[in-house]
T-cell receptor, first 117, second 115 residues
Framework: GAGVSQTPSNKVTEKGKYVELRCDPISGHTALYWYRQSLGQGPEFLIY????????DSGLPNDRFFAVRPEGSVSTLKIQRTERGDSAVYLC????FGGGGAPDTQYFGPGTRLTVL | AQKVTQAQTEISVVEKEDVTLDCVYE???????LFWYKQPPSGELVFLIRRNSFDEQNEISGRYSWNFQKSTSSFNFTITASQVVDSAVYFCALSEAITGNQFYFGTGTSLTVIP
């Protein structure tokens, strides 16, 4: 079956511009996650959705970052006024269920490599 | 504080050698979950294993085996008879029941298997 897909695979933008990154989770997965991975580092948690609502956005670095999942499936990560420090690979993952207590295995997409010039 | 430590940044082995990747974690939660993921050069994280804190039984899957020891807060990963296709970055991750679904990843170990 189809895995998690992310578009675009690469995005180059100029400092100060607005970007949107899209994630299409595995069909039927209710939970969706965004991570950011800088070179030589492990993924860092940004935000987690359970259905349409953001259940935990504690990892978003500042208010320039925002994510939505309006219909409980596809999610968009939005970055305003991009800075060079935002350059990284943005990973999306989904899991069958969410909720606390017994975290489900997360399945990751290929990522979007964002470069801010 | 770093919740997951992978002290080995890079490891090189010759094909057919065994190799162990170390993972040490830190948590105050009594219920937690540990994971290993493989990230090949293509970049996509591939799930390998999930263990919960109540199950210390070691696990073997083909050439892969995992040693979970709560006494030392370690969850080490061994590849037996390594192959070139095993070359990748391997990440250990922790998820705590108290914080829900947030995964804490280590910094990864880059494994190169030399033919």
């Amino acid at each position: 079956g189809a895995g998690v897909s992310q578009t675009p695979s690469n995005k180059v933008t100029e400092k100060g511009k607005y970007v949107e990154l899209r994630c299409d989770p595995i069909s039927g997965h209710t939970a969706l996650y965004w991570y950011r991975q800088s070179l030589g580092q492990g993924p860092e948690f940004l935000i987690y959705f359970q259905g349409t609502g953001a259940a935990d956005d504690s990892g978003l670095p500042n208010d320039r970052f925002f994510a939505v999942r309006p219909e409980g499936s596809v999610s968009t990560l939005k970055i305003q006024r991009t800075e060079r420090g935002d350059s990284a690979v943005y990973l999306c993952a989904s899991s069958l269920f969410g909720g606390g207590g017994a975290p489900d295995t997360q399945y990751f997409g290929p990522g979007t490599r964002l470069t801010v010039l | 504080a770093q919740k997951v430590t992978q002290a080995q940044t890079e490891i090189s082995v010759v094909e057919k050698e065994d190799v162990t990747l170390d993972c040490v974690y830190e948590t105050r939660d009594t219920t937690y979950y540990l994971f290993w993921y493989k990230q090949p050069p293509s970049g996509e994280l591939v799930f390998l294993i999930r263990r919960n804190s109540f199950d210390e039984q070691n696990e073997i899957s083909g050439r892969y085996s995992w040693n979970f020891q709560k006494s030392t807060s370690s969850f080490n990963f061994t590849i037996t008879a390594s192959q070139v296709v095993d070359s990748a970055v391997y990440f250990c991750a922790l998820s705590e029941a108290i914080t829900g679904n947030q995964f804490y990843f280590g910094t990864g170990t880059s494994l190169t298997v030399i033919p």
